[in-house]
């Protein structure tokens, strides 16, 4: 089992940034790759972006691509998720997953392991 713990949500102004973190523990050894994912109120949850955990190959939705930034920290089993020029349209709740094998970054059946989410809300 892989264990994960999302924080670092908030409420920010349009055009803000906030940098969330997704801390791994368990078998984190079985680990392929991590993403992101959101949800908003009434929607379908949505890919946001994802990193392969060996070799840092990174991957987004066009939604978000130049706005967000994925990275990790190996030595720390964790996984982060900048987000800049923050919009409304960002507000959700975001989840980090991670699966242990490879495939399709943005099919959310296809990762493992889930964490609790966290709220970012975004005023305009």
């Known amino acids: 089992q892989v264990q994960l713990v999302e924080s670092g949500g908030g409420l920010v102004q349009a055009g803000g940034s906030l940098r969330l973190s997704c801390a791994a523990s368990?078998?984190?050894?079985?680990?392929?790759?991590m993403g992101w994912f959101r949800q908003a109120p009434g929607k379908e949850r949505e890919f946001v972006g994802g990193?392969?955990?060996?070799?840092?190959?990174?991957y987004y939705a066009d939604s978000v691509k130049g706005r967000f930034t994925i990275s990790r920290d190996n030595a720390k089993n964790t996984v982060y998720l900048q987000m800049n020029s923050l919009k409304p349209d960002d507000t959700a709740v975001y989840y980090c997953a991670a699966r242990r094998s490879p495939g399709d970054w943005v099919n959310a059946g296809k990762y493992d392991y889930w964490g609790q989410g966290t709220q970012v809300t975004v005023s305009s």
């Open positions: 368990g078998r984190t050894f079985s680990v392929y790759a």
């Open positions: 990193i392969s955990w060996s070799g840092g190959s990174t």
